[in-house]
């Protein structure tokens, strides 16, 4: 199948602009060489119908559609677009089976503990939950920052030449991450700290696959604001 041509199935993403599991789809589309899908905008405050039926579980996006066929989540749309599109770009995951599970491994670590401690430093509900989320972050990604140094062997990206699936998995933060820093007075990335990430992160922006999918941080700072203000108004009683 060449690369690009969907299978010859409609390819369909439902996605929201600023949300990071999006982009990683729309990375590892890119990086596939998959630019003919039709991307839909949701509205996550009046959720299509279609939507709701091809994710009646989370009612989340990204939801890829493939012949009209749903696929949920993003690591799971990952993975799929590796097996149904196998000849499709740059093979995401390795092919030896050890370092596809050592991929899989710092995916999950990716999210489990450094995006689960990330969310706590934004959306904890004292300052001390939020201080704990934060300090969580930075270890998570020192152990990130030991782990690009393993995985790589000194080449550019944690797959080695070419980026991968944890390169995909954990770079599609980074537009919500440089945000963050923008506000927050803390470096995620910080040269002292994780240089390999920093130098990692700079290299994955600039690649063709990651231009136009990571919004500029001003809009990512002010859809943060809308999503404060719809917080705070849901908190406040007979709102
Ligand atoms: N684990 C999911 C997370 C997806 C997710 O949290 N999507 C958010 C946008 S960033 C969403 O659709 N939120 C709508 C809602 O919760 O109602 C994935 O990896 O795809």
Known sequence: MAAGAGGGQELKLL????????????????????????????????????LLASNPVHKKIPVLLHGGRPVCESLVILQY?????????????????????????????????????????????????????????????????????????????FAGDEPGYVDVALGGYL??????????????LDAGRTPLLVAWAERFARLDAAKGVFPEVDQILQYGKVLQARTAASATPNN
């Open 15 to 50: 996605g929201a602009w600023p949300s990071p599991f999006v982009h990683r789809v729309r990375l590892a589309l890119h990086l596939k060489g998959i630019t003919n899908y039709e991307y839909v905008e949701e509205d996550l405050t009046n959720k299509s119908d279609l």
């Open 81 to 157: 677009l590796e097996d149904a599109f196998p000849e499709a770009g740059n093979a995401l995951l390795p092919a030896d089976p050890y370092d596809r599970a050592v991929a899989r491994f710092w995916v999950a670590y990716a999210d489990d503990i450094f995006f689960a401690a990330w969310i706590k430093s934004l959306k904890g509900t004292t300052e001390d939950e939020k201080a704990a989320g934060t300090a969580g972050a930075l270890a998570a990604l020192q152990t990130l920052e030991s782990a690009f140094g393993e995985c790589s062997k000194g080449k550019p990206f």
């Open 175 to 188: 537009g919500w991450m440089r945000a963050y820093e923008a506000v927050a007075g803390v470096n995620l």
